[in-house]
């Protein structure tokens, strides 16, 4: 390679403990150079949008935008298993009239997003807000409810906000499949060698996080928006499993799966067949 290869992803805790060994040059990169970019994955969605990064974090909704661009990797993906993005208020809404609410969410090109729009396409009136942002526009009243991801689903009630619909359930309970919501993609620029090499070190990163999980503790919380040790653990925990490791056929299908849906809501269109390396 004669240059450095832009890499980016989220500051959230999944992504960091996966991308420890990577960052800090615990694995063979096999003479491949990285500029890493740590953002939230909303503007890493925007970067991919524009064909402004390498290799990056995605959600799956912008992935469907720029799959003709980007192919995913086997490895690095964020699935749930019954459990997602959560639709929160101050008090108990009724989900038959949350489309008269205004509600806040991460991101329009967010996994979460396309989501609540194939759970409840008649919730319309949505409002864009940082993902850490959005308790607190809740709580102000600039809005009625909000759509949170990261670690904010584990603090929501600490403020004194309930639970109005888990997606990550509701999408098991409709389709008895995990819920995917965000990968990693890799520009269809790369011949296929370098896609092949890229993938690989997506999976050796992965696998020293698992083998080395302490180690990864500090780097992981230079980045946390909640530093708290419980916290983080959830949040591997839920986020980073089986499907991380390697997505398998499961995982495939239910990525696949996920698309064909965003397609029929209109999300995005012309979704190629060899969306994996």
Not at 227 to 255: A, C, P, Q
Request: glycine share 8%; proline share 4%; with cysteine.
């Amino acid at each position: 390679m004669n240059k450095k290869i832009r890499f980016g992803f989220s500051s959230c805790p999944n992504d960091t403990f996966i991308f420890y060994a990577l960052v800090n040059g615990k694995i063979d990169t096999y003479g491949i150079e990285f500029d890493f970019v740590v953002e939230d994955v909303e503007d890493l969605n925007k970067k991919a949008l524009g064909g402004e990064i390498d290799v990056t974090k995605i959600s799956f909704n912008a992935y469907g935008k720029v799959a003709d661009k980007y192919i995913l990797s086997n490895y690095g993906s964020a699935l749930g298993k019954n459990n997602g993005p959560l639709i929160i208020a101050k008090d108990k809404i009724n989900i038959a009239n949350l489309p008269s609410k205004t509600v806040a969410i991460p991101g329009a090109n967010t996994t979460a997003n396309l989501l609540m729009s194939i759970a409840l396409p008649e919730v319309k009136n949505k409002r864009e807000y940082l993902f850490s942002d959005i308790e607190d526009a809740i709580l102000s009243g600039e809005v009625d409810a909000g759509l949170i991801i990261h670690e904010t689903r584990f603090t929501y009630h600490k403020k004194g906000l309930v639970k109005i619909l888990d997606l990550g359930e509701w999408w098991e309970t409709e389709y008895n499949l995990p819920l995917p919501l965000g990968g990693i993609c890799i520009s269809r620029e790369f011949d296929r060698p370098v896609q092949m090499l890229l993938d690989k070190l997506i999976g050796d990163s992965v696998e020293y996080a698992f083998e080395h999980p302490a180690e990864t503790m500090q780097f992981i919380k230079s980045y946390a928006q909640e530093t708290s040790d419980k916290v983080i653990f959830s949040h591997i925990d839920l986020y980073v499993n089986e499907f991380t490791r390697e997505i398998g056929s499961l995982g495939k299908k239910s990525v696949e799966f996920l698309l064909q849906a965003g397609e029929k809501a209109g999300f995005f269109s012309n979704v190629p067949k060899d969306i994996f390396v």
